[in-house]
């Protein structure tokens, strides 16, 4: 079975704060979709990530796949409350986006 | 709409009643998911539309679920004889063919 860990679950902190968050496997995918996902909402993609070791930034956002293509991370900058939600990490192992594998997200808070 | 909506945002029902959500995909859309994400378990793969070939059924947890998309647009999942177990956000997404996923706001089922 393949499976996505993402760490921590919770996350509480303030605003200006940094923080990261992981997304793990022991499978390797040919890409890797991190989404924000609000009360109420469904997911909304953030990025795609494909080549092993790539990194990408999206305003205070910096994405980074692994050189192995098994696991990722999301760093924050200065952390604002409307950066506030779940964040989901899912795996494209078969190329096609079909069938994602996705992990069980990070809760994060940023109190003002 | 400019979105993927879905309908009815909210369902209450007794355990044993059918019922019925909807989703309207992104206008030219030829893939459709449909996912089931309960508090602690993630999103769940449940069907996928292509086209007109035949759906990918893999992820329908039992035969009291099923689905439908007519004319290639409109999608209606049914879950008959409704189980507590089956509450749970349902979400839909639509995509271009291998492309990014859009993500519905969901159906928040409740079985009582």
């Known amino acids: 079975t393949q499976l996505l860990e993402q760490s921590p679950q919770f996350l509480s902190i303030q605003e200006g704060e940094n923080l990261t968050v992981y997304c793990n496997s022991s499978?390797?995918?040919?890409?890797l979709q991190w989404y924000r996902q609000e009360p109420g909402e469904g997911p909304v993609l953030l990025v795609t990530?494909?080549?092993g070791g790539e990194v990408k930034k999206l305003k205070r956002l910096t994405f980074q796949f692994g050189d192995a293509r098994k696991d990722s991370s999301l760093h924050i900058t200065a952390a604002q409350p409307g950066d506030t939600g779940l964040y989901l990490c899912?795996?494209?192992?078969?190329?096609?986006?079909?069938?994602?594998?996705w992990g069980l997200g990070t809760s994060l808070a940023v109190n003002p | 709409g400019a979105g993927v909506s879905q309908s009815p945002s909210n369902k209450v029902t007794e355990k044993g009643k059918d019922v019925e959500l909807r989703c309207d995909p992104i206008?030219?859309?030829?893939?459709l998911y449909w996912y089931r994400q309960s508090l602690g378990q993630g999103l769940e793969f449940l069907i996928y539309?292509?086209?007109?070939?035949?759906?990918?059924k893999s992820g329908l947890p039992s035969d009291r679920f099923s689905a439908e998309r007519t004319g290639g647009s409109v999608s209606t999942l049914t879950i008959q004889r409704t189980q507590q177990e089956d509450s749970a956000v349902y979400l839909c997404?639509?995509?271009?063919?291998?492309?990014?996923?859009?993500f519905g706001p969901g159906t928040r089922l409740t079985v009582l």
């Open positions: 539309f292509q086209g007109n070939s035949a759906p990918d």
């Open positions: 997404a639509s995509s271009q063919l291998a492309g990014v996923s859009f």
């Open positions: 499978s390797v995918f040919s890409s």
């Open positions: 206008s030219g859309h030829t893939a």
């Open positions: 990530v494909v080549t």
């Open positions: 899912a795996g494209d192992w078969a190329g096609n986006n079909r069938k994602l594998i």
